[in-house]
């Protein structure tokens, strides 16, 4: 072999080496600038989670019996133990943009809603969607009280003249 194809060899491994490591270098650039990026964004790891929504929890119970046991009365209104077992049917909304756990979106709460002219209670569930990612988010599941797949849920409230904002007409 000449002198002259080992030169050549050498350089070539040289000139590949050079490119690898400048490869190299690229990359850990581009890893470290995407870091930098991802901490100015966000330089805690902390993003603050805010509910949008206020509830109202007040139930009334004119002429009912409220009690932990089954009741016979057909218009009683159903402990929070039966609600998380019979309710079936759920809708959900976004309410909060960030979340890293389920305590992070917000209490199971219950609010009286209008719903063809009755009342009816509502609970409300709050769970965490893809905890601590980039894309997670808080999501509000709400059930009626009593529903199932067999039956539909019985008002808290008859209202003679309607309801509008979650209260019977009173004329």
């Not at 109202?56 to 002429?63: A, I, K, L, N, R």
């Not at 079936?88 to 305590?103: K, L, N």
């Not at 965490?128 to 797949?149: D, H, I, L």
Request: with cysteine; charged share 15%.
């Amino acid at each position: 072999m000449s002198l002259q194809k080992i030169v050549k060899k050498d350089s070539v491994d040289v000139n590949l080496t050079r490119i690898k490591a400048v490869g190299l270098v690229f990359a850990v650039f581009l890893i470290l600038a995407f870091m930098a990026g991802v901490f100015i964004a966000d330089p805690l790891g902390w993003r603050t989670a805010t509910t949008s929504s206020t509830t109202s929890t007040t139930v009334s119970t004119t002429s009912s019996t409220s009690t932990t046991s089954s009741t016979t009365s057909s218009t009683s209104i159903q402990t929070t133990s039966t609600v998380l077992t019979t309710s079936s049917t759920s809708t959900t909304s976004t309410t909060v943009s960030a979340c890293y756990r389920d305590s992070d979106c917000g209490e199971v709460t219950e609010e009286k809603v209008c719903n063809q002219g009755n009342l009816y209670l509502q609970m409300n569930y709050f769970n965490c969607k893809n905890p601590g990612k980039q894309n997670a988010e808080c999501q509000r599941m709400s059930k009626m009280v009593g529903q199932t797949m067999l039956s539909t849920a019985k008002p808290i409230e008859y209202c003679e003249h309607g309801c509008i904002n979650n209260t019977c007409v009173k004329r």
